[in-house]
């Protein structure tokens, strides 16, 4: 199940967004190694490991939304929401840092 976070940035500052969003999380959840990789230029794919099973998934740009997106191990299925919660919150952090031009 996708979850959408709406934006009105349009899709290259938004693509902008996904990815200080992104560094962000990445240092400050290192310990659980995660990975991003554009497969083209509103998609990445993403990763991350937690009690040694690997988590992946999609962050998709669109012009009005970025789309997460996680294919979680049943083992891992109750952390899901705190996963997605917190992306969300780094990426609506980052959409008011663009509006404020932060970024």
């Not at 967004?17 to 990789?37: G, I, K, L």
């Not at 992946?56 to 939304?65: L, P, Q, S, T």
């Not at 191990?73 to 780094?90: D, Q």
Request: glycine share 4%; charged share 35%; aromatic share 8%.
């Amino acid at each position: 199940m996708k979850h959408t976070i709406a934006h009105d940035l349009g899709r290259d500052q938004a693509k902008k967004v996904a990815d200080a969003a992104w560094e962000t999380y990445s240092a400050r959840f290192a310990d659980y190694s995660p990975t991003r990789q554009w497969v083209d230029e509103r998609t990445a794919q993403i990763g991350f490991k937690a009690k040694g099973l690997s988590v992946k998934g999609n962050i998709e740009v669109n012009d009005r939304d970025i789309a997460v997106d996680l294919d979680v191990p049943f083992l891992l299925r109750p952390f899901k929401n705190t996963a997605i919660k917190v992306i969300e919150e780094e990426i609506r952090r980052w959409i008011q840092k663009s509006k404020a031009g932060e970024l």
